[in-house]
């Protein structure tokens, strides 16, 4: 659905930044992600959000973090890169910039699902911690190359279950949770954030196609490093140049979808088995 929706942004001729814009909000829509709607809670028992987005060409980037009363982060932080001088807002500030921008602010409330609450009074009552709730609906995240040539990459999270308030992780930050550039390459990332910022992980990605590694094989470089350097859970989805996909993970699985002209269909599925 992501997939297809950010293929019908392209087919229309919009932009790569249009696409991951689009196919993400799909994604914090859908309650079954960790992220916008149905996003894990924190310790206090409310959602934060984390996105972010780049612009290959510009190398401009938008991000937010801690945003508590907008359903779709992903564009805040568009209208961050577009309608700011900042790169990164957080808290109050993302949030009084949001409702100076028109975003119709909700009730924290109505981003917090049935599940998740139910996991959370597990927290509560000490039966539940971070760890056991970690699985295959995480961070989303979309890579996308236009017609132009252009190349985009974003990123949307609700962080980990049960963080301290306050927390980010790696989703807001370029070249740790995602990067693109034109000509090279763009990359998203899920998984813990406290291993992938470690890292560095985009940019490791991108490190990795530039020393002339095939897209494949640049996904599993730097997964492999992420693994190697830190004991990491975390997973990317790269795009090179040519539009050629990589994906690789250290977790259990990687929920995946993408479409591209050669193919001529979305092809989706979980990569699991690691
Ligand atoms: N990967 C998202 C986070 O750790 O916040």
Request: net charge negative; charged share 20%; proline share 3%.
């Amino acid at each position: 659905m992501a997939a297809e929706r950010g293929r019908d942004v392209l087919q229309r001729g919009g932009s790569a930044l249009d696409a991951v814009e689009a196919a993400i909000r799909v994604m914090e829509d859908d309650p079954t992600f960790d992220a916008g709607t149905g996003s894990v809670l924190v310790a206090d028992g409310s959602v934060e959000l984390d996105a972010g987005l780049m612009d290959g060409t510009s190398l401009k980037v938008g991000a937010v973090a801690v945003v508590k009363h907008f359903r779709n982060p992903i564009s805040l932080a568009r209208r961050v890169l577009e309608a700011s001088e900042h790169h990164l807002l957080v808290g109050e500030g993302a949030e009084a910039f949001a409702r100076a921008q028109g975003f119709e602010a909700v009730d924290n409330r109505s981003l917090v699902v049935v599940r998740e609450q139910a996991l959370y009074e597990e927290f509560l009552a000490g039966t539940r911690k971070a760890s056991d709730s970690f699985g295959p609906a995480d961070t989303v995240g979309a890579v996308a190359l236009d017609a132009a040539g252009r190349m985009a990459a974003g990123n949307s999270t609700g962080g980990v279950s049960f963080s301290l308030p306050g927390r980010v992780g790696d989703a807001p930050l370029p070249g740790i949770g995602y990067g693109a550039e034109d000509g090279l390459g763009g990359v998203a990332c899920t998984g813990w954030g406290e291993h992938i910022l470690r890292v560095g992980l985009a940019m490791r990605a991108l490190q990795a196609l530039e020393r002339g590694l095939d897209a494949q094989a640049a996904a599993e470089a730097a997964v492999a490093l992420l693994s190697q350097r830190v004991g990491g859970q975390g997973g990317l989805v790269l795009l090179d140049a040519s539009g050629r996909v990589g994906l690789a993970h250290s977790t259990p699985c990687l929920a995946h979808a993408y479409w591209t002209e050669r193919d001529g269909a979305v092809v989706s599925g979980t990569v699991a088995g690691r």
